[in-house]
T-cell receptor, first 112, second 113 residues
Framework: DSGVTQTPKHLITATGQRVTLRCSPR?????VYWYQQSLDQGLQFLIQ???????AKGNILERFSAQQFPDLHSELNLSSLELGDSALYFC???????????FGEGSWLTVV | EDQVTQSPEALRLQEGESSSLNCSYT??????LFWYRQDPGKGPEFLFT???AGEEKEKERLKATLTKKESFLHITAPKPEDSATYLC??????????????FGKGTKLSVKP
């Protein structure tokens, strides 16, 4: 158990809909990262937050957004969903140094 | 462009047959190189972080090494429970993805009894 908690574990939704994925980082970790894993692309970095502030952005679509709350949990919002958004979405967290980055078990999103 | 390439894509070993996985990288500035193990449908499990050429780290049957252009994950006398996908990632110093991980596509290891 990495200590990073993600909900929901599985989600099936229709095209055009909006979903929210939730992440609770390891106790004491201030950084939260979101990654997308699809069969053909591998693990792709989406966005990072540090203590509530956006720190870095990767290949995140404009239809996607995220935030980190004062209690350090984070949410990834996916809107106007398309079939190609079906993937595993991982949250990860790290301490200040970023020397170890631990991943949650992921949220499996299926868009039908 | 920062890039990570892992080889081979898949590797089949007999139990006890030692081997190595390769991770080559091209980055503007390397902060660290990470190795993870991933089982199907699960999150990546952290194994090691290496920071400088010549550094080595060990955990049970696994040993990771780092040079200026590549890293190796050596598996000594593997067991069937070592079967998984092994992911390599670089943590970059510069650019929009600074501090974050750029992953290779992984090596799928199968160990037969």
């Amino acid at each position: 158990d990495s200590g990073v908690t993600q909900t929901p574990k599985h989600l099936i939704t229709a095209t055009g809909q909006r979903v929210t994925l939730r992440c609770s980082p390891r106790s004491g970790d201030l950084s939260v990262y979101w990654y997308q894993q699809s069969l053909d692309q591998g693990l792709q970095f989406l966005i990072q937050y540090y203590n509530g502030e956006e720190r870095a952005k990767g290949n995140i679509l404009e239809r996607f957004s995220a935030q980190q709350f004062p209690d350090l949990h984070s949410e990834l919002n996916l809107s106007s969903l398309e079939l190609g958004d079906s993937a595993l979405y991982f949250c990860a967290s790290s301490g200040t140094s970023g020397n170890t980055i631990y991943f949650g078990e992921g949220s499996w999103l299926t868009v039908v | 462009e920062d890039q990570v390439t892992q080889s081979p894509e898949a590797l089949r070993l007999q139990e006890g047959e030692s081997s190595s996985l390769n991770c080559s990288y091209t980055v503007s500035g390397l902060r660290g190189l990470f190795w993870y193990r991933q089982d199907p449908g699960k999150g990546p499990e952290f194994l090691f972080t290496l920071y400088s050429a010549g550094e080595e780290k060990e955990k049970e049957r696994l040993k990771a090494t780092l040079t200026k252009k590549e890293s190796f994950l050596h598996i000594t006398a593997p067991k069937p429970e070592d079967s998984a996908t092994y992911l390599c990632a670089v943590q970059v110093l510069y650019g929009g993805s600074q501090g974050n991980l750029i992953f290779g596509k992984g090596t799928k290891l199968s160990v037969k009894p």
